[in-house]
């Protein structure tokens, strides 16, 4: 069973620019949320979707947004780019909205510079 | 106060023994709770979950939940080296629609 599957691995992009991440659940899986993982935050929740409609959101600016496809496949958007954005971006998805038993992907390494 | 406090450490256990982490949250709403482990470089993986006061043992893995005093812990027993990891504590919050917080983890090393 495949597991959650994020891209790309690494990103590394100018200040002002955008950029976009992906993620696909494991197979089954209807609810994707997404987390910032930096040293010294730790993991700050953004966002998450169920059945395409976004259930919860984090204390993030809007420059942050997502959205989640028909399929449960979900995209990540961070416009205006900030050197502060440079983190691992985790996705992490499981059968059922507010069900904690999440797995999740890879992530994606942003670098601002 | 933060939603999830844990003690950063490090702490460190000679193989064999129990290593104890804590977590306290501060929603007495809070329903759902949950472990997961983070190797140096890897993203977390879900050790157990408890959502009733009491104890729940998984192998060498305990959680303990404390409703009343708004802690959870996870004991580790005959800890080994492999154990070495950042655990991270995860609640739901009731007043948020049940939105998930995490804790800024406990980072563990098991000594030889």
């Known amino acids: 069973k495949a597991g959650v599957t994020q891209t790309p691995r690494y990103l590394i992009k100018t200040r002002g620019q955008q950029v976009t991440l992906s993620c696909s659940p494991i197979?089954?899986?209807?609810?994707v949320s997404w987390y910032q993982q930096t040293p010294g935050q730790g993991l700050q929740f953004l966002f998450e979707?169920?059945?395409?409609?976004?259930?919860n959101k984090g204390n993030f600016p809007g420059r942050f947004s997502g959205r989640q496809f028909s399929n449960s496949r979900s995209e990540m958007n961070v416009s205006t780019l900030e050197l502060g954005d440079s983190a691992l971006y985790l996705c992490?998805?499981?059968?059922?909205?507010?069900?904690?038993?999440?797995?999740f992907g890879s992530g994606t390494r942003l670098t601002v510079v | 106060q933060k939603e999830v406090e844990q003690n950063s450490g490090p702490l460190s256990v000679p193989e064999g023994a129990i290593a104890s982490l804590n977590c306290t949250y501060s929603?007495?709403?809070?329903?759902?709770f949950f472990w997961y482990r983070q190797y140096s470089g890897k993203s977390p993986e879900l050790i157990m979950s408890?959502?009733?006061?009491g104890d729940k043992e998984d192998g060498r893995f305990t959680a303990q939940l404390n409703k009343a005093s708004q802690y959870v812990s996870l004991l580790i027993r005959d800890s080994q080296p492999s154990d070495s990891a950042t655990y991270l504590c995860?609640?739901?919050?009731?007043?948020?629609?049940?939105?998930?917080?995490f804790g800024t983890g406990t980072s563990l090393t098991v000594i030889p």
């Open positions: 992490a998805s499981s059968p059922r909205t507010g069900d904690g038993g999440y797995t």
């Open positions: 197979s089954g899986h209807r609810s």
């Open positions: 979707y169920f059945s395409e409609t976004q259930r």
């Open positions: 929603d007495r709403g809070s329903q759902s």
């Open positions: 408890i959502y009733s006061n």
């Open positions: 995860a609640v739901t919050l009731s007043n948020t629609g049940n939105q998930f917080y």
